[in-house]
């Protein structure tokens, strides 16, 4: 049940409803207190078809905030420019709403729930007037796999509903599943713009229509999320941050389980063995490349499972299984080209939308990175005049598209596998620009667990604020674990104890390692796909590697650069630790751990402790 209250709510009349897609007195009983609350002036049930497809789409044309792109060079696909300040994940109007403060933790904003409820109470009164609310079923992973949970989210925002069905399994299978004795999230969204205001006046609707005020509450205890005023994909898709890796991280600690903000991928090696690796990187930090990425090293081959999120489970066998619980890629378009991600490019052929890139002369989309050769003229993503010559941006930094994950030419048969398939290796990263090395090997579960907890990353686009600037991310999951940063350390521990000898290795990496002159050291892309082959030869006990400090990194002449030119000194840069500035991150370290207070596990406080000597005796 709903844990709004809403007595004081006036209800003029009952809104006019399609036929519900459910006799589950609950989730009708829901539906109908949210209308109440919001006022709508219709309800509409999706079913996930073509059919509803194509009327959105028509619709979101008619009103302007789609632009049909051209169809013979993108067949289905639509252009979306956002408000120019609705662009990015609002990190600071983002709350964790638990009954003690502790729980939530000091990495997270945090509010009493009654208390956000009377704060959202009044946004949410009315605030879809003049407005369809749609109401949206959709399962996280595979329909009624052992590993997938359900949801519905209602929302005012048909754009919203276009990108969920992309990037869920949306509609009425998912409704059908969403049974009394079943557990399902509920999910509030508003854009926080009603078209008809206090005096029963109607206001003109806008392209994008979103609201000043801000506001992203996960409620662990209540299963619910309830977001205002933003129509940004991780604002709005309330399936994937807010529910995939929020919500879905205090479920996974409550019942022995695992959501990450991972990739995951299937690697086949030369001789016909597969693997499966996941990789946590921070927000714009290389989880969609990796996922296609296209190997460089002869014989072996990757595929795609997922980008994004997945979850862990321990299976009947005692593996780490793992799925993707997402249906499609919003991915970042800046960057994206043939050059470093033509599994992404031919992905977005078509059935695509495309949010805040630059429109083309040809009714085509283009953005910094897809081509070398810029066109001589385009709309940029605010709609403006743009020539390569203009000084600004032709797309946003965090601009997207959204697609469903059938359309990747590399993706993997196992990425609908209602089992999950089971981890050989776990990776870490960021975007360090020095210090951390291309490749390292934890030395054990707890050392694992302690670089993952100790990750930091110079911050990016994908989230508001100072680009580059350098900031505490522990596994990616700093803007997205529902709970205190460091009994989620335990519960990663803990994981690691039940699983023995089955969990999988560790490692981090880094791409972004850069040298004096300011360039990249490693090419990155398709060539990452050696560091994979030493991970995998290190997974079968084939390569011995060098113990150091930090961890383990490849004995000399391990990683295979055959066919790439890297000057020695570079490559003695890519794995140089300076054990002065490693103290220095490990004073640091006390200075962050030192905020959870005696949460921290004494592991982690041991791996430090052991860190230090190992440093000092270098
Ligand atoms: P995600 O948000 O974690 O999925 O990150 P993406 O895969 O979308 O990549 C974010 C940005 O990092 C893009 O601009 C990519 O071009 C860039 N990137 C990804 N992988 C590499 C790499 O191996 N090396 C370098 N130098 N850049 C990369
Ligand atoms: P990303 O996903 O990790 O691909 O950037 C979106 C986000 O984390 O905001
Ligand atoms: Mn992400
Ligand atoms: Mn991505």
């Known amino acids: ?61 008619a009103a302007g905030t789609l632009t049909p792109l051209n169809k013979n060079l993108r ?30 933790g000091p990495t997270n904003n945090w509010s009493e729930p ?34 997938s949970q359900l949801g519905i989210q209602i929302t005012d925002s048909p754009y919203a509903v276009l990108n969920m069905r992309i990037m869920t399994r949306m509609g009425q299978d998912a409704m059908d ?87 995951l991928i299937k690697l086949t090696s030369p001789a016909g063995k597969d693997y499966h690796v996941a990789a ?15 190997p460089t090293v002869p014989g072996w081959n990757v595929e795609t499972i997922g980008d994004d999120i997945a979850w862990l489970r321990p299976g009947p066998d005692g593996t780490l299984r793992a799925i993707n619980p997402e249906a499609g890629f919003f991915g970042v378009a800046p960057g994206t080209g043939y050059s470093t991600n033509p599994v992404a ?37 605010e709609g403006n005049e743009w020539t390569p010559d203009s000084g600004r941006l032709a797309a946003h930094p965090n601009s997207r598209f959204t697609v469903p994950i059938t359309q990747c030419p590399t993706v993997a048969q196992e990425w609908s596998e209602s089992e999950g398939v089971p981890l050989d290796a776990i990776l870490f990263g960021g975007r360090r620009a020095t210090n951390v090395p291309l490749v390292t090997e934890s030395l054990s579960w707890e050392h694992g667990v302690f670089i993952g907890a100790t990750v930091s990353s110079e911050k990016t686009a994908a989230q508001e604020g100072t680009v580059g600037e350098l900031r505490r991310d522990p596994f990616g999951m700093l803007p997205f674990c529902g709970y205190n940063m460091a009994d989620y350390w335990s519960h990663w521990l803990e994981m690691g104890e039940s699983l023995g000898d089955k969990a999988p290795r560790i490692f981090q990496v880094n791409w972004f390692r850069k040298g004096d002159d300011g ?27 060098q113990e150091i400090a930090v961890g383990r990194i490849p004995a000399a002449g391990e ?53 230090r000597s190992r440093l000092s005796a270098m």
């Not at 749609?134 to 796999?145: A, H, L, Q």
């Not at 946590?280 to 296209?294: E, Q, V, W, Y």
């Open 1 to 61: 049940m709903t844990v709004i209250d809403t007595p004081d709510v006036t209800i003029n009349s009952a809104a006019a409803t399609g036929e519900p897609t459910t006799g589950n007195s609950e989730v009708l009983a829901w539906v109908t207190k949210i209308a109440e609350l919001t006022q709508p002036e219709y309800i509409h049930w999706c079913d996930g078809s073509q059919s509803e497809w194509s009327a959105l789409t028509e619709e979101l044309v």
């Open 75 to 104: 067949p289905g696909s639509f252009l979306a420019r956002s408000h120019p300040a609705d662009v990015a994940r609002v990190e600071d109007r983002t709350f964790i709403c638990t009954e003690h403060q502790a729980d939530a």
């Open 114 to 147: 009654a208390a956000m409820l009377e704060t959202l109470t009044p946004l949410f009164r009315g605030s879809m007037r003049g407005r369809t609310m749609y109401v949206v079923p959709f399962s996280m992973g595979p329909v009624g796999g052992p590993i």
């Open 177 to 263: 599943h969403i049974t009394p004795d079943t557990e399902w999230v509920r999910t509030v969204h508003s854009v926080g713009m009603p078209l008809v205001n206090d005096a029963g006046e109607s206001i003109d609707d806008v392209e994008w229509p979103c609201n000043d005020t801000k506001y992203i509450c996960q409620f662990p205890d209540t299963l619910e999320v309830w977001s205002f005023g933003s129509g940004y994909g991780g604002n709005a898709l309330l399936s994937k941050k807010c529910f995939a890796l929020r919500i879905a991280s205090v479920m996974a600690r409550k019942d022995g389980w695992l959501a990450e903000h991972m990739l």
């Open 280 to 294: 946590a990187f921070p927000s714009a930090c290389g989880k969609t490349n990796l996922a296609m990425l296209r």
């Open 345 to 381: 490019m031919d992905s977005i052929w078509g059935n695509t939308i495309f949010t805040n890139v630059a429109l083309t002369d040809e009714g085509d989309v283009w953005w910094e990175g897809m081509t070398e050769t810029p066109p001589a003229h385009a709309i940029d993503w």
């Open 519 to 545: 360039r990249f050291l490693w090419p990155g892309f398709g060539d990452n796909s050696r560091v994979l082959e030493w991970i995998v030869r290190r997974v079968e006990g084939e390569a011995e590697g």
């Open 559 to 611: 990683l295979n650069v055959e066919g790439i030119e890297i000057p020695a000194q570079d490559m003695t840069e890519l794995f140089d630790v300076n054990p002065q500035s490693w103290l220095a991150e490990c004073d640091l370290t006390d200075e962050y751990f030192a905020q959870f207070g005696d949460r921290v596990p004494a592991a982690l406080s041991e791996q430090l402790t052991g860190l």
